[in-house]
């Protein structure tokens, strides 16, 4: 069982550095499990590569979560488009249009809220990083696959290989912090008198 490193910083610059520093120490990133907390949000970054061995195929996925309050409305999920996909669409998959050509192209995307998904991604790092990354899951829904209404919501980005390049993590992390951010914004304190 991997132990779950803690980070914190004020900025993302300085907790992408001790993140960074953390991993440059590890001989082999096999497995790479590291809560993140900047600002009053939490990103849980999980790495896990099994290379195989004889007769077995390995597997390779990269998973960062939050958690979000229960009380947003948003729901998206953005899936590469391939072939598998394009051939739903013919048959009647549904997928949302956001007006923006080159994510409508390489997503498949659903979401409840077409409008406030197009806001999000206009900003250019995450359009940016988005397309970068296009071969990922990108969803903020029920932190369980089953339809219970009561399951907590996550905004997760998932990976089916193994990023370990901190540069790379750096940059899927700035995008869910500002998704974050922008989706579940923080309550400001009151000005103390």
């Known amino acids: 069982m991997e132990t779950t490193r803690v980070f914190a910083a004020e900025t993302e610059a300085e907790l992408w550095r001790q993140v960074a520093a953390d991993m440059a120490r590890e001989p082999d990133l096999l497995e790479y499990t590291a809560q993140l907390n900047l600002g009053g949000y939490q990103l849980l970054l999980d790495i896990d590569i099994d290379l195989g061995g004889g007769f077995e195929g390995g597997y390779e ?27 739903g669409k013919l048959l009647g998959m549904e997928d949302v249009e956001l007006g923006v050509q080159d994510i409508d192209d390489a997503f498949i995307i659903r979401t409840n809220d077409p409008a406030a998904l197009q806001t999000l991604f206009a900003y250019p790092d995450i359009h940016d990083t988005l397309l970068k990354y296009h071969e990922c899951r990108l969803s903020l829904g029920p932190a369980t696959s089953s339809d219970d209404a009561a399951a907590p919501l996550q905004l997760t ?12 993590l750096q940059e899927i992390g700035h995008m869910l912090f500002y998704l974050l951010r922008q989706i579940a914004p923080l309550p400001t304190a009151a000005p103390s008198l």
């Open 157 to 168: 980005f998932s990976k089916d290989a193994g990023v370990v390049e901190p540069e790379q």
């Open 61 to 87: 996925f990269t998973t960062l979560t939050a958690a979000v309050p229960d009380n947003v409305a948003l729901r998206f999920v953005l899936h590469e488009q391939d072939l598998l996909h394009e051939l």
